[in-house]
């Protein structure tokens, strides 16, 4: 936060990517589409699918918790409490359920320019700091994680065995993807 704002540390591994293209050159970007474009099948049979991995059992788990967890009133307790730091701070709390910065937040992320810099650096910092201090006083994400770990508890248990299975698929797949790194590096 106090380097970056809402934006994250640079990623090294967009840098190397972004050097890999400028030294390949259209070539390169001819070869990347290609990649990218379709699966290996030798890899295909260890990647989950799109739909496993916003339909399954887990995902469909994940959901059903975080519904519960946000209907719940110590979630909107929690929330108020952040929301009352939030002001005290001079910031203005944006209370939609989908909402998770001030307003002051959002102008800022609003007005980043196309290539996703800030147009006040300073400014953006400052908000976004004092939201984490904010977050870190009133325990606001510690407070959710729990509320929502005890509505994930019972629905793990009453789905262990769907659970173990794909526990057990997916260790093949990872068993799978080593081979496959060891037999092409």
Request: with cysteine.
């Amino acid at each position: 936060m106090r380097l970056y704002g809402y934006g994250a540390a640079p990623s090294a591994a967009a840098a190397a990517l972004t050097a890999d293209q400028s030294a390949g050159g259209q070539g390169w970007e001819k070869a990347y589409q290609s990649c990218t474009a379709s699966l290996n099948p030798d890899v295909a049979g260890f990647i989950p699918t799109n739909e496993e991995q916003t339909e399954s059992i887990v995902p469909r788990l994940k959901t059903d918790a975080y519904n519960s967890a946000s209907a719940d009133p110590a979630w909107q307790k929690a929330r108020e409490k952040w929301w009352g730091c939030l002001r005290d701070q001079g910031l203005t709390p944006r209370t939609g359920s989908g909402d998770w910065s001030s307003q002051q937040g959002a102008d800022i992320l609003a007005a980043y320019g196309a290539d996703g810099s800030s147009p006040d650096k300073e400014n953006e910092i400052r908000v976004a700091f004092t939201e984490a201090q904010c977050n870190v006083k009133t325990r606001l994400a510690q407070t959710l994680g729990d509320l929502e770990a005890s509505y994930q508890q019972p629905l793990i248990e009453a789905n262990e065995a769907a659970l173990s299975e794909l526990k057990s698929q997916n260790q093949k797949r990872l068993a799978a993807a080593r081979e496959y790194i060891a037999n092409h590096g």
